[in-house]
């Protein structure tokens, strides 16, 4: 399984990156980073080739969620992440207060990689803006 995404690999073939460069975990890991990050903040509807593609609008301009809804958006997230990103699986979902805004949504991604390095865990903290935007790092 390619480690990168096509346009990562095509973007550093472009740049002429060593090819080595390009298969450290850590440059594995910011590209899941950066592609779940992609996928959070796309939206149901927003591409032409696939209407399922995005995830629903859960955000409502970075208010919490009610502990009735965690469960079904801890599932839609869950379900999107494992169905677009291939790299990882055995995806789960633990949300968490925020730490500076009780109010805020703030929730952690735990999964393991796929392929070559299978079973390696996988750590990712997200939070969403007050703007509404899902912020995601390692």
């Known amino acids: 399984m390619p480690r990168l995404r096509l346009f990562e690999r095509l ?16 440059r594995l890991l910011q590209s899941i980073c950066s592609y779940v990050s992609r996928l959070l903040n796309s939206r149901v509807g ?7 593609f995005g995830m629903p609008d859960f955000i ?7 502990q009735n809804d965690e ?3 801890r599932r839609e997230i869950i379900e999107f992440i494992a169905h677009y990103e291939p790299r990882l ?3 789960q979902v633990t949300f968490a207060p925020h730490q500076e805004d009780h109010a805020a949504l703030a929730f952690s991604i ?5 392929g070559d390095n299978s079973g390696v865990p996988v750590h990712l903290y997200s939070s969403v803006t007050p703007q509404g935007k899902v912020r995601v790092r390692l």
């Open 60 to 66: 409502h301009s970075g208010a919490g969620v009610s």
């Open 11 to 26: 973007s550093a073939a472009y740049r002429q990156e060593d090819r080595q460069a390009l298969e450290t975990d850590e």
């Open 89 to 91: 699986e055995d995806v």
């Open 71 to 73: 469960p079904l958006l």
């Open 110 to 114: 735990a999964a393991r990689l796929k």
């Open 46 to 52: 927003s591409t032409l080739i696939d209407t399922d």
